[in-house]
């Protein structure tokens, strides 16, 4: 078995990061470590602030330390909301708050309907160790905004967002396809085949290599 531990008390992450893992993994986030803060996130990239997470979690903890932080990126609002897609909305934001939001913006260009909304999810893991970066992994998955939300399933901006060569919203498709195709899928796959060269070990893939 493996060991790792994530810098996030996001249950959603969390579940995810599992799944793309596969069972060979043993995974434990913060959430059963409430005396750790919650550090800022004052960087302005995904890599500044995953960096930010995992060196803080990992100045605290033993062992190797990941933190993902990810979001949407639309090119009709100039990459908004980009870092800040966790609280498009504000502070507090739920992910409905946010993606109410997102469409709002975007009624307020008042674009052609039958041009498609580019956009992509981008994801970056960072790995510490003893408080010192050791590495970064970056991932994305292009696709396009659904104007009205589809499906129950994921989380986030999940059920506006479909990925190229598909015709369902990643909250559409069931997680196994999504954690194969996703940008958290394609940038823990880098991180997997990094530790696994890292270790000297046979290299190993998750279900969800992507």
């Not at 933190?67 to 908004?80: F, H, P, R, T």
């Not at 292009?142 to 919203?169: H, K, N, S, V």
Request: hydrophobic share 40%.
């Amino acid at each position: 078995m493996r060991y790792l531990t994530i810098a996030t008390r996001n249950a959603n992450k969390t579940r995810e990061l599992c799944a793309i893992l596969g069972p060979e993994w043993i995974v434990e986030d913060l959430t059963a470590r409430p005396d750790l803060p919650e550090p800022e996130e004052t960087g302005a990239t995904f890599e500044e602030n995953a960096i930010i997470k995992a060196v803080a979690a990992s100045s605290a903890l033993p062992g190797l330390v990941i933190a993902d932080d990810s979001g949407l990126e639309v090119d009709l609002l100039n990459g908004a909301p980009g870092v800040y897609s966790a609280r498009y909305a504000g502070a507090k934001a739920t992910d409905q708050q946010n993606r109410d939001h997102l469409l709002t913006e975007l009624a307020r260009l008042n674009h052609a309907a039958e041009e498609p909304v580019i956009a992509r999810f981008r994801c970056v893991i960072a790995v510490a160790e003893n408080g010192k970066t050791i590495e970064t992994f970056s991932g994305a998955v292009e696709g396009r905004i659904l104007l009205a939300e589809a499906g129950a399933g994921g989380f986030g901006y999940d059920p506006l967002f479909i990925p190229d060569g598909r015709c369902q919203t990643f909250a559409e498709l069931d997680p196994a396809t999504k954690n194969s195709i996703s940008h958290r899928a394609r940038a823990m796959e880098q991180f997997i085949d990094w530790l696994s060269r890292r270790r000297g070990g046979r290299k190993k893939r998750g279900p969800a290599g992507g």
